[in-house]
């Protein structure tokens, strides 16, 4: 070897850099494969870590290089084609690399000390032929045989008191143990039935026919799934999975909320798992050790099927043979803070660089979506009837203008539907997309409200914890006696939240079982797949939600489902408040009838003239769509545009100000791109600090690269003190 060459790291350091750092990397370290291991190195005064990206051998530089204190690992935790990926991603949405790098890791592995590792015995079966006498010791050793090896815990749930018959079996070397790691099981006590696939639909069996053709052709292809609620999208993705399945590939299914992964993973545990395939579960539900126990098993290939959300499209899976993208328009896909990706677009993206079919699925799709479908870009498949012929719900508006409204902000017809739904012995479903008990308390006698110290917000009213409570930055105060602008006692929640509805409906309804979901009730882990087992054993009559029930939970004795407040969304100052409306509208409404019984949906609004309630009422798509896409062209805003959103924020109001007027004037656009802005966000106060927003539109992708390029040589001029978010692609622009 030339001595005077040197082996040189490329290094992506889990820090916020601008670009990755070159160590000197000893020869002793070049055993295996180093791209993609954890190293430690030195970074300034302190140790970091980082992730090797690139290892080349070259001339000793001019300049001195520090030297890679260690590898954290005894091989790669990212392949080549998740770094370049990861890359690719860091670059479209201008973030560090080694940010979006830590962004993919587990904590556990972002840190110099992994979370500890247990250990445990575990017991396998040795080559001796013949065979114990007792039965016991026969059971125990047929039964260890076939699982290939287990732990002591998982003997003791299968056999009372084996402890004799396994010391036993172990003397006489029928039995080997040794001391292993041990990984959490998630799916600890939740026992599934079995079940085999069903026969499909036409539409159906022509959808998992396109999707296995693309398997077999092993290039990427990109699908839209269209179906109506319950027209059976689970099962076609279930049914294309086996198909990748058999061709000895992995799939990654994603979710938009963690609320719907148990039911979820139920249905793939009993397809699957008698078959031999592992399922992985990633989300932020899981404990540090939980998830970098799951992503050490796929980094091991142990796992064949990774559901999980938006998180889980950096899976480290070798054998990707498709993506599946189920509530594909979402906006829970969209990361809001730090590396602010969309994970339905970066499964496209993976799907292409690794050459896998990808699969996006909804009742509602993105705009976005369907005028990609209409355009070529992806390939539509419909699904316009519900499984087994049942019919869609019947929606009916009720107009709140004319109704002196009960407890609960409940009209009168839907409190008599309530009652008859009650007398039936079947279930309700109502929507209220407010927390709390009410948005916030109101002095009678001078209008003031409570605010948030922090945030430019009303402070909403939790009356179970006697405490008033900001959604953005979680500030919480017990509400005054008297009101602090008049001294005057009249202080009374305005409002309704579902925490008040929840307690209205027990006093109308005293002996219904009623139970709330919101992220209140489910913050406690396992606390939503207990509500939702609960559900779907018919263990609660009416269930009161957020939007956490409009998402694809399949309740089959839910038969009427109650809006509070159409209009809320419809009013929301967005030009998505259409698209995000109808949407949840379409989604709640087919939570109803899923069953064998015919299904009602009763919508509470002022506005029963408005054309989006229209379209939902009578499950028009496409007629949403022809309504409300030639707005979006006229005004270049996506799918017709693309904008980025730029966000100054900072503890000074005016240096903030300043600064965000000195950048809009020094970018110096292509005559393509407009700047809006500056002005201050809608929310101009937020924990603390105050913002403002530029915002860069333009009708094609390239003009506005080139000035984001522009903008990254801009933002190293700004004072420490003013920070400059990029979101590129935004959905919530607040």
């Not at 032929?129 to 699982?147: A, C, F």
């Not at 399949?554 to 929301?572: C, E, H, K, P, R």
């Not at 915002?695 to 990254?712: D, E, F, G, I, T």
Request: net charge neutral; hydrophobic share 40%.
């Amino acid at each position: 070897m030339d001595t005077e060459s040197f082996f040189i790291a490329e290094i992506a350091v889990l820090a916020p850099l601008p670009h990755c750092l070159s160590y000197l990397l000893p020869p002793s370290c070049l055993d295996g494969e180093v791209v993609g291991r954890r190293v430690q190195v030195p970074l300034g005064g302190r140790s970091a870590v980082g992730v090797v990206v690139a290892v080349s051998q070259k001339p000793a530089p001019d300049y001195a290089l520090k030297s890679v204190t260690i590898f954290l690992d005894d091989g790669p935790v990212l392949t080549p084609q998740l770094l370049a990926f990861v890359r690719r991603a860091a670059a479209y949405y201008c973030h560090p690399f080694g940010l979006a790098l830590k962004t993919a890791l587990p904590s556990g592995l972002t840190q110099l000390k992994p979370p500890p590792v247990k250990q445990v015995t575990v017991y396998r079966t040795t080559e001796k032929s013949d065979r114990p006498r007792g039965h016991l010791q026969r059971d125990l050793l047929d039964w260890i045989s076939d699982q290939g090896s287990v732990s002591l815990e998982q003997i003791r749930q299968q056999f009372a008191q084996p402890h004799a018959a396994l010391k036993r079996l172990e003397e006489q070397q029928w039995l080997a143990s040794c001391v292993a790691t041990r990984h959490r099981d998630l799916f600890t006590g939740q026992a599934v039935v079995a079940d085999s696939a069903p026969s499909l639909s036409e539409e159906q069996a022509a959808a998992v026919q396109a999707v296995a053709d693309a398997l077999t052709r092993g290039r990427f292809c990109p699908f839209l799934l269209q179906g109506v609620t319950g027209s059976g999208k689970t099962e076609v993705y279930l049914q294309s999975i086996a198909c990748c399945l058999e061709q000895n590939r992995q799939a990654l299914v994603l979710v938009p909320e963690i609320a719907l992964t148990p039911q979820l993973v139920a249905r793939f545990r009993a397809r699957f798992e008698g078959a031999g395939r592992h399922i992985g579960v990633l989300h932020s539900g899981l404990s540090d050790g939980e998830r970098h126990d799951v992503w050490r098993r796929i980094n091991r290939d142990d796992i064949d099927i990774v559901i999980g959300a938006r998180s889980a499209i950096f899976a480290p899976l070798m054998r990707l043979g498709m993506i599946v993208v189920d509530e594909e328009h979402d906006d829970s896909y969209k990361q809001g803070e730090g590396f602010r990706y969309q994970g339905r677009d970066l499964a496209l993206l993976r799907g292409q660089m690794e050459q896998v079919p990808v699969l996006l699925g909804s009742a509602t799709p993105s705009l976005t979506s369907f005028v990609r479908a209409r355009e070529g870009q992806l390939q539509r498949l419909l699904l316009t009837r519900r499984v087994a012929e049942r019919t869609l719900p019947a929606v009916e508006l009720v107009e709140l203008g004319g109704e002196e409204l009960m407890p609960g902000a409940l009209s009168p017809t839907l409190h008599a539907a309530l009652e008859q739904t009650l007398q039936r012995g079947e279930q309700a479903l109502l929507l209220l997309n407010r927390r709390g008990f009410s948005p916030y308390l109101l002095c009678r006698d001078c209008g003031t409200s409570f605010r948030c110290p922090n945030c430019d917000i009303t402070l909403t009213w939790h009356r179970s914890r006697g405490l008033l409570r900001c959604h953005y930055c979680d500030y919480q105060q017990p509400p005054d006696e008297t009101c602090s602008n008049c001294g005057g006692a009249a202080l009374e929640p305005e409002g309704v939240g579902t925490e008040q509805l929840q307690q209205a409906l027990q006093e109308l309804f005293p002996a219904a079982r009623i139970a709330r979901m919101d992220r209140d009730t489910t913050q406690a882990k396992g606390a939503q797949q207990q509500l939702v087992e609960r559900m779907a054993n018919c263990e609660v009559d009416i269930l009161v939600g957020t939007q956490m029930v409009a998402k694809g939970h399949d309740f089959s004795g839910v038969t009427l489902v109650g809006i509070i407040d159409a209009d809320a969304a419809l009013n929301f100052p967005d030009f998505r408040a259409a698209e995000r409306s109808f949407a949840l509208l379409a989604q709640v409404a087919g939570r109803a009838g899923r069953g064998e019984r015919l299904g009602r949906v009763l919508v509470q609004t002022r506005t029963p003239d408005n054309a989006i309630l229209h379209c939902a009422v009578s499950h028009d798509y496409q007629a949403f769509a022809d309504q409300e896409l030639p707005v979006r062209q006229l005004l270049d805003y996506p799918p017709y545009g693309y904008l980025v959103n730029l966000v100054l924020s900072g503890l000074n109001r005016q240096q903030v100000e300043e600064q965000a007027q000195w950048l809009a004037a020094a970018l110096t656009p292509d005559t393509a791109v407009e700047i809006l802005g500056p002005a201050p966000c809608p929310l101009f106060r937020l924990r603390n600090r105050y913002r403002m927003q530029i915002l860069l539109k333009a009708p094609s992708r390239p003009p506005l690269r080139q000035l984001l390029n522009q903008l990254l040589r801009l933002a190293v001029r700004l004072p420490s003190q003013v920070r400059l978010a990029i979101d590129v692609d935004p959905v919530d622009m607040m």
